[in-house]
């Protein structure tokens, strides 16, 4: 499940090896990140600074409307934030664009987060709760079924951050029935197409998206209805919760980096604090292996 390429050996890696391991639902791992981290004093400054300025999980750049939504600071502070997480999305960007060019025609870069807080005993209400096993949908608006890569990076000087798994959305598809249900919605089928309204709504956010960018958040297809459904099963049924089945934790050392499919994956941060994440929004199309997508394994089932 996890392929691990020290940053020295990257370029001596199969072409194809990143490629085929993340659209597999596999892990890359990567021993030191190879996408430059911020100065040790920005670094101190994340890691110091906002777990005081900041009470929720994520302060997440937008480069949709460039800012920092809900962030209330000191102007120097927000500027200082935004350029660090800025740079930060920047360089990831040029790491796919390098490693996998085949992904980057019509993608979407999107959102760089920094997550201070730490995941353990939080004490939140399930769906908010990172700590449950669960695989990702919808994020900031509707995919329509193109794929979540996330790339992330601990940077905590002294603690891993730990990851659990149960298998690849296919395995638990397969495995438990109840996920096959929750998708459909109460429907004989799991529906996947947009319909007429679906397609008037989502012509009416985009409209109105260009002027109030992140009004995109609210776009939503059957599709991303279908994974959200799925989603809030495992977080929200303490029968499936239960059970371990499959079930392995995976460890990240300080400064180390992975990279996922996180629609494609299930996955939980059972403890960790200070990391890095960006997420990229890559076309369906632009896979080698669309049959091994979600969106292709609800439609077999559909």
Request: neutral net charge; glycine residues 6%; charged residues 25%.
């Amino acid at each position: 499940m996890v392929d691990r390429y020290p940053l020295r050996a990257l370029d001596d890696a199969a072409p194809d090896a990143v490629r085929e391991t993340l659209e597999a639902s596999g892990v890359v791992y990567f021993e030191k990140s190879p996408v430059p981290l911020p100065s040790d004093e920005d670094l101190v400054f994340l890691r110091e600074t906002l777990p005081s300025q900041h009470r929720v999980k994520n302060i997440s750049y937008h480069p949709e409307s460039d800012s920092i939504p809900r962030f209330e600071a000191a102007s120097d502070v927000q500027e200082r934030v935004k350029a660090i997480l800025k740079a930060h999305r920047e360089g990831v960007a040029a790491f796919f664009s390098n490693a996998v060019p085949t992904w980057v025609p019509n993608w979407t870069v999107g959102t760089t987060s920094f997550r201070s807080a730490e995941e353990r005993g939080r004490d939140l209400k399930p769906r908010s709760s990172n700590e449950i096993v669960h695989i990702d949908a919808g994020a900031y608006g509707a995919t329509n079924g193109n794929r979540l890569l996330r790339f992330f990076v601990n940077v905590n000087p002294t603690e891993d951050r730990v990851w659990g798994t149960k298998g690849s959305f296919g395995d638990l598809i397969a495995r438990y029935p109840e996920l096959s249900m929750a998708a459909r919605g109460g429907r004989d089928r799991v529906k996947l197409e947009k319909g007429v309204g679906d397609k008037l709504y989502s012509g009416v956010v985009n409209g109105l998206s260009k002027a109030y960018p992140l009004l995109k958040v609210i776009d939503s297809s059957p599709y991303d209805r279908a994974m959200r459904r799925v989603h809030n099963y495992m977080k929200d049924t303490e029968s499936f919760q239960q059970d371990l089945t499959g079930y392995q934790e995976i460890r990240f050392p300080p400064y180390s980096a992975w990279s996922v499919f996180t629609d494609g994956i299930s996955h939980s941060a059972v403890s960790g604090r200070f990391a890095f994440i960006t997420t990229i929004l890559v076309p369906l199309a632009n896979l080698s292996h669309p049959e091994l997508a979600p969106y292709e394994v609800l439609a077999s089932i559909a």
